[in-house]
């Protein structure tokens, strides 16, 4: 798996915000949204784009217009759906298919509860939308769903990274021949005994839906 870490000052100045304890619920979901804006700018660098020729009130001119088939946009429930919004903001013609995952914050495993995404993703380019990679159980087993499905390449957006996740990740999907890259605004120091990023934002679901 290829590694972008988005190093901006705007980023950093709005995810140092995020991690705040005393940043409340209204102000988390909208600093999300503007960070995946950013992020996604990065991300969609190698989107498929195909050659479209406008006609502008002087001229024609050329340019170019997003590529068939449509990108699709993949958000891993719940704290993933706070992601949605300010990545189709972005790409508004892209589809978007679903993931429930939750971890069992006893043994740490990731199960699926939801899945509604696309019978064939042959040929198509994905983003998968989660702001946390802990340890990497739910962003491997996400992966997975999309490269079975077909998926010709990879981009996943996360607003943090734990190390032992993103070495986690890659050692799982190192038998895929798909191209898969993260894109994420920092890379924290390591994970704590309970499974949280340090040092983290917290639980991102949690935080973005009014639970704490
Ligand atoms: O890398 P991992 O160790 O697998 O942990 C990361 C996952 O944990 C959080 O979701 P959570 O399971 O809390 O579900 P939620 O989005 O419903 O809060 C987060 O949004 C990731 O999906
Ligand atoms: O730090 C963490 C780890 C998993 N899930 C979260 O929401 N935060
Ligand atoms: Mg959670």
Do not use: W
Request: proline fraction near 7%; aromatic fraction near 4%.
């Amino acid at each position: 798996m290829d590694l972008c870490i988005v190093d901006h000052p705007l980023v950093a100045h709005k995810i140092t915000t995020l991690r705040d304890v005393e940043t409340d619920s209204p102000t988390f979901r909208r600093l999300t949204e503007e960070l995946v804006t950013l992020l996604a700018y990065e991300a969609t660098r190698e989107i498929r784009v195909a050659p479209v020729t406008v006609q502008t009130p002087v001229a024609p001119a050329t340019g170019v217009r997003l590529a068939r088939p449509r990108p699709l946009v993949v958000p891993i429930l719940r704290a993933g759906l706070g992601m949605l919004e300010g990545m189709t903001r972005l790409m508004p013609t892209a589809e978007v298919g679903f993931l429930g995952m939750v971890r069992n914050e006893e043994t740490l495993a990731a199960s699926t509860y939801a899945e509604r995404l696309p019978e064939d993703l042959s040929g198509r380019q994905c983003f998968v939308l989660d702001p946390m990679l802990a340890t990497g159980g739910t962003l491997a087993a996400a992966v997975r769903y999309l490269v079975l499905r077909g998926a010709s390449q990879i981009t996943c957006i996360c607003l943090l990274a734990a190390p032992e996740g993103i070495e986690r990740v890659s050692a799982l999907l190192d038998d895929l021949d798909t191209p898969c890259t993260l894109v994420t605004a920092a890379v924290d120091e390591r994970l704590n005994e309970r499974g949280y990023i340090v040092p983290g934002l917290g639980d991102a679901g949690d935080r973005l839906y009014g639970v704490v």
